[in-house]
Structure formats: structure tokens, C-alpha cells
């Protein structure tokens, strides 16, 4: 009665808001499987679930990001109660206010993980959108490294549990320890100009030679330091690396990247490790360990996941230092990598058992008794809600995905049995009818014998 | 490096925005619980899941429920590209929009569920937050009353499921046809009369008979009505509606019903039912059947999932009418109603298989290994990532769940054996150290064979 006639118009639009999807069946099914797998692997490494709300106040998001950071990208907006709120663009903000509030009676390490929407205000683009779900696993409180080994750890299982191979990703790594020592000790570069030579090198793949070299020219850091810079940027493998620190005296930081890198080869996971001396995930928290996933595929050489660890997360709250280590996966990019690499299962179709149809209306009660009874046994069942003829029911079933049609026509009916046809085989069974008439436990359990029976056929 | 500790302050609010919860992992375990029911149940009648963005323009939402009933509820801001947009306060637009675009496309009927969180601007209390997550299920282009009784028979064996009883709940139904039929047909009523009705039978039982006369008085349609619509609002079973429906000629509504009853006793959920002339479910879109769920706990009398039939939802993209059914069942007060009844597992603690320790440093790199084969295997490995007394472990392991521990000290490496300890009988067994050692499928073949024998004693 109240639909609003008035309002009625032909420009409302059907297409979803911009940057955003429709996730229809076959694409909600791809990210089901998805998130079931992630489930999975976060439990087999004992990470518990946990998630926060859809908005924060945007007071969070500056205090762990700064100003300029958040202010372009996020959906802010003031509530009818005043207060200045944002949508969340990521989850790590209320992981930090939802361990700051805990943590206390919590023995460590924590392992948590979330699959949150997010959203962020950007120019959608492949592989980017407004809206998309992350993957966030997170540890706290683990002894030094050890939590950066099993986080890399469980990122390399999880991409291995879709039956991604050695050769479809490598793990991209840096220190921001040895970022920083260069910057500070070695090149004692005060911290503004710090800040800036890590904007430098966050961007140095992204530009040309000239550019780069433009930018560090502006600086004016002295020859001896550029020349350093530039040495840095070009130290390719581990061995380099260590090599460039021992010449440099800063022995601290390669001992523990030597001992980091012996234990990646303990668990057999540094064949995936490649230095590189341009990773430092942006401005962000990070202070040790930062690792970048990178898709190897030619057309899609891009991070697919990113991560690290943090010694001050809960600095803004006036907590005690808790180190975490964590990473963030994103839904878009991670599709177009198991869909480049062929590692979906075709999820176009429903996965149905049984297609129940009647032929007459007298099998209606019969058809809904059945299914329920199917059901009850576990048994993925659609139940053709009206009378159907015997060569409808077969393309019927072909796109519901459906493994068997039951028949149910006058015949049947008079001799009390109904016809289950094997889809794949084509084998036809025949089954009284009258076990679907009532659903008592010896009913069900005769029923179920038969049903297993034909089956396994 | 970039913590803006210039921005650290004891102000920055540790609880989450007003209204919406954090889920720590024991609510997010509930939750998940529930969820994966949800799904089960979904597939087990062969509804297909969906998702939508969580922004839609308002017009949509204007168009489907009228601007007044919307304003007052939205989370609504202008994005910087002038799009006037709100979060998502319900489902059923968004699916609107997608069935109108695909619709045409799909064999029918469309079998369609969704979990998505939903935020509304609302003063939160007792089962009512500002942040939710609904189960939402619908079915489009079913033949006459066959979706009705699908819907509201998987909406029992969703209740059914998480163990609920018969005496837990009752489905208090009604038909919008016979409430029309009495407004218009009857009392000859005009559009805005019926309109106030409506409003009326929506808030009669909340309101004392006083009020109830006196918003009925104001309307002053003549003293036959008012007694006929007071009969209509006594009626309390399906017998005295038929006997109503009856004496004043309404016989096509009437057989419509009967037909349905009919239905519902066939395949057995008639006995949930009770004909409720208040349930209208507001100035919403239903034209058909609508019902509630009521929770039958004395101390939780409400409504745990509403939802009905609706002939013309996809009118306001200009589409030709296509009937659907549907229900919303909120995660806030079906959690109330399953703790209430008794129907949550506890969630407390997270499910652990094996927590893997070792008491000398020289076992750090057999336990790494070990909890990879094991994690190979399918089972949940905690490895405490740090040298661990034995009798630090208990207390560790019943934290975390863990049915088993793994031991790793000294004796065990010089002699080659790992111990594991069984924590419910108490029993010890021993292992080779050496399987740990490499991951060949040889050896994870036996290691899974000796597990096996394990884990059954």
C-alpha cells in the first residue's frame, strides 16, 4: 500500500555505488571460499577471531596515521550526536583499541584475525576499489623475531592452501632497522629529513632514475651521504646487505637479520625471501621487520599483501610498548591472483544434491515431505515449487548444479514409489514413497540407508 | 618513526562508537557460530548467497520506504563527489537493485540469502544496537504461497538447528490481503484512512486500550466501522478469522488462507503458528503474508525476525512486478534468544589440537618444524614461540584450549623422542623427533598414522 508511486522514477539507478561491487552468487560463493580458507589457516595456527564496528572516531585514525594522511582517504562525517566519525579504511586502528582495552588479562602472544569490510576514498582502478574485505592476522606480545617468523609463515601457508606454488609469489623484505641506522648513524640525518628520505625511498621503484635523483639532490645531504643512499638502494640480496652493514659497522642489526634469516631457513620458508631495500610500507608504524607478497605472475606484478611489525601501537592509548607483527590482505587483489593463476574452483553454479520435482499436483505434499526428510539428513535440496514436466526438470537441474532429480508423476504415485535419477551416471533408482511421509527416526534412518546407497552408486 | 607522538593523548577513548560492539574472539566465535548455521541452512533449501556495497545512494532507500520513515534512522553524508549516499540500514534495497538488474537473466524462482552488517541511527538498548548483522533470506518469482511456506519452514529449521524446541517460539502471522480487504472492501475506507489504520494495528499492542480508542475515535469513520475493526483486532485464532472472513463475504481472501493453513499442516509446521490481526509489519512494502517470530522465554516476549510476502519491490526500478517472500533475522537479539534458551556451545576459549613447547632452546627448531607437519595434517598448533618450564605449559595449554602438549627438552633431543601428552586422560606417548624433522610425504604418512592412533586413544 505505501509504495511511495510518487517516487517512482526511471533514474534510479541499478548499478552499485561507485567503487564498489555486487557480489553476486558466483562471485559471493569465490569470496566464501575465500574467507573459509583464511578461517582455516588462521586455526590451524591457533589465531582467534575477533571483529570491532564499521565506524571509529576519526580521532583514532589521526592519532595512529597523522592528519594528512587520513584526511583524503577516509568517509568522515559528523553523526547527529556530534561526533566526527569515519568508516573504517582499515582494521589495525581498532585491533590497537581493542588490545589496549584487554590486554592486561591477556597472556601473550595474542593471535587475532578479522575479516573486515573496509572503505576508502579513492579512484577506483584494477585491483583498487572503494569498498573491499581484508584478511588481518596480528600477533602480540611474541618474543623478538619469532612472531615475524610464524606471521611470514602463516601468509606462505595460506597462499599454499588456495595451491599456490613456490613459483607463483616471493616475499618482498626489509628492515626498518636497517633504514634507520643508515639514516641516523650512519648518514645522522636529523629526523625531518629522515622523514622525507623514507617518502624517497617508499617511492623509488615507482620513478624514473632522474626523478629520483631529483628528489634526492633537494635534500642536501652531502655527497658522502647521497652516495650511501644510492648504495643502499642498490643492495640486492641478502648477502649484500650483510656485507654493506659489516662494512658500515652496524653489526647489531645484521646479527639479528642473520639470526632471522637462519631461522626462515629452519622452516624451510627462505627460499620465498628476497631482500629489497626499497620496502618500508610507506609512513606507516612500522619500526622492524616490513614484507611486501608479491604476485610473480608477468601481467600482475603487484604486492597482493603487506605487513610487518610494530613496537608502539598502543603508544596513543598511554599503554606500555606491546609488540605485534601483522599483515593485511586485501579480497580484490588476492582474486585476480588466484584467478591469474588458476587456483578457483568454478563457482558459476549452486552445489545442490537433490532437484525434488512432481509431475502431478496430487506429489506436492509428497515432494515438500521428501525434502524436508532429505534435509534433515544433511542433504542439499531444492524443491521445485509446482508441477514440472519430466524434460524440464533435467536443464532445471543442470543449473541449480543439482547431482539427482526425484520424480514424482501419476504412475508413482498409484504404486507408491518415486524414480531418483543419477545425473552423472544416469542410473535411475526407485524408492517407496511412503518414507517421505512421515519423518520418524526408523523412517529417517531407513531412508538415509538408501539414500547413501544410492549415492555411492 | 612517524608515531605522531605529538598527537598521543589519554583522551583518545578506548570503547568503541555508541552503540556497536567490539567482538572479542569469545562473542566473535558466537557469532561465527551462528553465522555458519545461517549459511548451512541457507544451502540445505539451495539459497544462493549475495553481498551489496555497504553505501547506497538514499534515493534508493527514499524510494522504497518513503522519506519520513527514512530521515530519522540513516547514517547519511554527502561524499566528495556530491553523491548523497547513507550506510546501509537494511538489506532488502540493495537486493532490490541487484534482482531488478539481473533478474531477467535467472530461471526462476530465485533463491537468495545475505549476512551483511547494517547501521541505524538508533538510541541503543536491549536488543536493539546501532550496528547488527542480519540474516536476510528471500525468494523471488515462487508460484502463489509455495515461497511463503518455504520461507517460513527454513526459518523453523534455521531455529531448529541451534537445537531450539518446539515450546521455544511461536510465528505470529497475518495476510496484509485480509487487513485490506476489511479497510477497503469493507469499510470503504480512503487511502489516508487506511493509511492511519495501518499505523493503528502496527502499535495497538503497544500501546493501553485508552490511547487505542482514542487514535481510533480521532479518526471518526462511524460507530459500525469502529465496531467492525475492533471485532477484526479480537480475532485470535484462524478459526474465528475464517468465521469472520465468512459472515462478512470476504471469501476469496478466506480460501486463500484456508489453502495455506492447509499447506503448513502438510508438512508440519501449522503448529507453529498462531493468526495474529496486529501483525502488519508497519507501513512496509508487504502485500501478502507477513509474520513474526517471537521469542516464547517470559522474560525475552519478542520478536526475533519478521518478514512476508511482497508483490512489488522491484516497481521502483520500473521493472515488471515480481513476487518475492523474505525474512531478516538480527544477530542482537537471536543471541539473546539462544543464550536465553540454553543453545550456545561455550565459546570461551578458542579450539586448539596441539600446543607444541620445548623446554631447551636446542628444541626451538624441531618444535617450528613439527607444528608445520602437524598444521599439514589439518590440526590447530599453538607453538609457543619461547624456551617453556613443563609446568608452565598446563596452565598454557587449558587457556588455550589445547586437547594435547608437545614436549621437546633435553632428554628428548639426545635420545630422539618428543613426548605428547594427552590432557584429558593424562596419558603420555612418545613420538620419533626425527619425523618432525623434514616434511617428506613419506614421513608425513606415518607421522599422520601415529597421530591418528594417538588422538583416538
Sequence with gaps: MNMNKDKTSSSLSKQPYKGTRDLFPPLKRTQDYMFSKMREVAHLFGYEPYDGPLLEEVELYKAKSGEELINEQIYSFTDRGARFVAIRPEMTPTLARMVAQAHKEMSKPIRWYAIPNLMRYEKPQKG???????????????????GELEILELAIVLLQSFGASDNDFEILLNDRQVVDDIFKKLLNLDSEIVHRLYKIVDKSQKVPKETLDHMIAELN????ETELFLDYLQIKSFEELFLFLDKNNLQTTKNNLEKFSKLLKDINIFKFIKYDPTIVRGLDYYTGIVFEIYDKHPDNRRALCGGGSYANLLQIFNEAPLPGVGFGLGDVTFKEFLSLHKLLPDFSKPEVDFLIS?????????????????????????????????????PLAERLGAKFVVLIGEDEIKNNFLVIK?????EQHKLELNLALDSSNENIKNLKTKIKEICKK
Tied chains: 1, 2.
Excluded at 128 to 146: S, T, Y
Excluded at 383 to 391: E, S, T
Excluded at 422 to 426: C, H, I, K
Aim: proline share 2%; with cysteine.
Design 128 to 146: 583498487r576499489l572503494r569498498e573491499h574485505w581484508q584478511f588481518n592476522v596480528d600477533i602480540f606480545g611474541a618474543p623478538q623475531l619469532m
Design 221 to 224: 645531504i652531502g655527497s658522502r
Design 358 to 394: 512432481y509431475q502431478t499436483s496430487d506429489g506436492e505434499k509428497q515432494a515438500l515431505q521428501l525434502a524436508n526428510s532429505f534435509r534433515s539428513l544433511g542433504l542439499k535440496v531444492v524443491c521445485n515449487l509446482q508441477v514440472i514436466k519430466i524434460a524440464k526438470c533435467f
Design 422 to 426: 543419477n545425473l552423472q551416471t544416469q
